[in-house]
């Protein structure tokens, strides 16, 4: 099986490498966290001339066409950049919700707006007590007249509180955990009733907490028919964990090469400490790790478009393990080998770290992902 790149995908990698390198230093990203969204608007823009925002989706909606090779040179590139825009949020999410559960109206109205940086979408789904489990859902939505009326709260929305528009997800029928019975709703993020709490994450990104209370929506705010939503939300996680996987691997490669060059330069009893056997050893184990990871990035994307639910969500269940543990020894080894340094938040290599581990925390860490495989037989059937 061929995995180079083709010419296109290579000319995607290398302009984004080229873009995000011109953006400047670290202290650049610092200076665009204080802007009023907590990420470059000048960038999203930068990354909409590029075709970046229509990636995924199909030509005669407006967007490239791409699939998920394409998406996974950009997420590494991110992962490497420590990019703080709402990639994953507007385009691997809401845009995928916008691909496989709108209507054909919604994809011509919408998806022409996500790919030229004018319209920022976020998933709200998650709630405090379904943990990670997607058909958990409480928040409802009831008919009202012709529309719908939604109430209840939302948590952890990534990017939401800069978002322009949400994508809600709420039980119109049957009981709380039930995989029947979920819709999903296109949301302004100013209606009348919504509120929304923003907040800096560990990793230096955004989030929100977004209530719903007797929100009015219209009929066609509806994605696809209401009720038979889970489907279509499970394939965007797999889309999504998929994207991390690929993130990763760029956040694991500039800890293992700064750790590197650490070593090389830093003196200790006279000589670098690179020159220890022991250290040496240590980085090595790194560079197990990150290519262990990387594999399973390679084998999450090319599982992305899996049809078959059931081997898709055991792929990105088994991606999701290594890719926690490989980033959990990556991390630690880095910031041990940089020893005090390595703590501050004027060093960078930290700040990488604590994005590994939001990574791993999105929509379940290697613990909980271990005990799915465990109740499907594993990846490979005895």
Known sequence: MDFDLSEEQQLLKDSLGRLLADRGSFEQRQKHQSEADGWSRALWARYAELGLLGL????????????????????????????????????????????HAGSEAQKSALVPRIADGSLILAFAHGERQARYELADVATTAKKDGTGWALDGEKGV??????????????????????????????????????????????????????????????????????????????????????????????????????????????????????????????????LVALEQARSMAMFATMMASEEDAAERQKAMAAAKVQIGRSGKLVGQQAI???????????????????????????????????????????????
């Open 157 to 286: 929305v990534l990017h939401g509180d800069s978002a322009d528009k949400l994508i809600v997800s709420a039980r119109v029928s049957g009981k709380r955990r039930d995989r029947e019975g979920i819709g999903l709703f296109l949301v302004d993020s100013n209606a009348s009733g919504v509120t929304r709490r923003g907040y800096p994450t560990a990793d230096g990104l955004r989030a929100a907490e977004i209530g719903f209370s007797s929100v009015k929506l219209s009929a066609d705010a509806a994605l696809g028919g209401p009720g038979h939503a889970l489907p279509a939300i499970e394939r965007v996680v797999d889309e999504a964990i998929a994207a991390l996987a690929a993130e990763s691997v760029g956040v694991m490669a500039v800890m293992h090469e700064m750790t590197v060059e650490y070593l090389k330069t830093r003196k200790q009893f006279g000589t670098t400490i690179g020159s220890f056997q022991v250290l040496q050893h240590r980085a090595v184990d790194m």
């Open 56 to 99: 995924p989706f199909e030509e005669r909606h407006g967007g490239l066409g791409a699939g998920p090779v394409e998406t996974m040179v950009a997420m590494e590139a991110f992962g490497r950049a420590l990019a703080l825009e709402p990639y994953l949020a507007a385009v691997v999410l809401g845009g995928g919700l916008i691909r």
């Open 336 to 382: 041990q080998l940089h020893g005090g340094i390595g703590m501050t938040n004027e060093y960078k290599v930290g700040h990488y770290f604590k994005r590994m581990t939001m990574i791993d925390t999105l929509f379940g860490p290697a613990e909980h992902h271990l005990s799915r495989l465990a109740r499907t037989d594993g990846l490979v059937e005895a």
